[in-house]
C-alpha cells in the first residue's frame, strides 16, 4: 500500500531552493534511511512526508519536542493522547494509572533507560537520555509510520543499535534520517540519499557499502 508521494516536490525557504523536483513513493513496510551532509534537506523531506500523514504518523523531531519540565512517564504518555478522552487524560496526568504507568515502563525498558527515572524531570537528564524519551514517546504512540530526524544522534553506537532494534520492533514502516551511514544501511532496506535539495540516489540497501556513500557527503 502506497504511504507516501510526491511529485517534482520543490521547496523554497526566503526564496532559496532546500528542495529541488523531489520525487518519491513509499509503500508500507519500507525502512527507508534518508541520507546526506547536514543542510542537504533530510528535514525538510521528513516535513513534507508527516503533512501526509499527520493522524498516522508518529515522529522523532530533531528538536525532540519534549515538554522537560514533566517527568518522563508525562512526556511518554503524551504519545497516547489523543485515544482518550480529556478527562482520562487528566486524571491519568495527575494520579497516573497502574496500567498506564506498566505500558510507559514497558517502552521505556526496552530503551534501556532505568525506571528509576521514570518521574524525574526530563529537563534533569542527559541529551542522551532525552533523546530516547523522545523515541519512547513515539513508539508508545504507535500507528502507521515512525518518521524520526537524526534519533540516534546524541547516543553511542551500542545505544543506537538498542533505539534502532525498538523502533524495528515497533514499526513495519519506518523513514529515518541519519547521518552514521553503517546504521542506515543495517537498519533500512532502502536509502534514499540527498545532495543540495535533490535525490542523488533511491537504492536497496542490500549489497552496499558504507564508502558508496561517500559521495554525498563530499563538497
Ligand atoms: P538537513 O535535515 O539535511 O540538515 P534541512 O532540511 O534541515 O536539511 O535544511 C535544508 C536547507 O534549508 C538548509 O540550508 C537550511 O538552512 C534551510 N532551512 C531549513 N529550515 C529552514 C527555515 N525554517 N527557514 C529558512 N531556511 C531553512
Known sequence: MLLFELHNADVRYNGRQVLANVSLSIDQGERVALVGKSGAGKSTLLKLFYEQQRTDAAIVPQDLGLVKPLSVFHNVY?????????????VNLIYPLQHEKAAVKTVVDSLELGEDMLF????????????????????HQGGRVLLGDEPVSSVDDHQSRVVLEAISAAYQTVIIAMHDVSLALAYSNRVVGLKDGRIVMDQAAAGLESTDLDFLYRS
Do not use: C
Not at 524525574?120 to 513508539?139: F, K, M, N, P, Y
Open 78 to 90: 503524551m504519545g497516547r493522547l489523543h485515544r482518550h478522552r480529556s478527562w482520562y487524560n487528566l
Open 120 to 139: 524525574a524531570s526530563v529537563g534533569e537528564l542527559s541529551g542522551g537520555q532525552q533523546q530516547r524519551i523522545a523515541v519512547a514517546r513515539a513508539i
